[in-house]
């Protein structure tokens, strides 16, 4: 069964931070790369952050120096630390595999970042 669980989204002001966490399903997580990606209204999904099985990361310029990726294997859970949140990281966060799988079953339903003041 396809599962992805994004929380931890929220309101927070200029300058503030966040962490999301995603929880999967064994079947998506397990070996694979996985990433964190972002929409924001009127705009297409981004890719904000991947993380390899095996630890190697990248990052978007955009995000880069404030975000952190991390992976928890023995929770089948993807993290993204965010610091330094400025009003253009508002959007709504998912998490998928990398390259990400198109079907709608493997986006969740995301969860909402907000950045103002």
């Known amino acids: 069964q396809v599962q992805l669980v994004e929380s931890g989204g929220g309101l927070v002001q200029p300058g503030g931070s966040l962490r999301l966490s995603c929880a999967a399903s064994?079947?998506?997580?397990?070996?694979?790369?996985m990433a964190w990606y972002r929409q924001a209204p009127a705009k297409r999904r981004e890719l904000v952050a991947t993380?390899?099985?095996?630890?190697?990361?990248y990052y978007a310029n955009s995000v880069k120096g404030r975000f952190t990726i991390s992976r928890d294997n023995s929770k089948n859970t993807v993290y993204l630390q965010m610091n330094s949140l400025k009003p253009e990281d508002s959007a709504v966060y998912y998490c998928?595999?990398?390259?990400?799988?198109?079907?709608?079953?493997?986006w969740g339903q995301g969860t909402q970042v907000t950045v103002s003041s």
């Open positions: 998928n595999k990398y390259p990400p799988v198109p079907e709608a079953a493997y």
């Open positions: 064994w079947s998506i997580f397990s070996g694979n790369a």
């Open positions: 993380i390899s099985s095996g630890g190697s990361i």
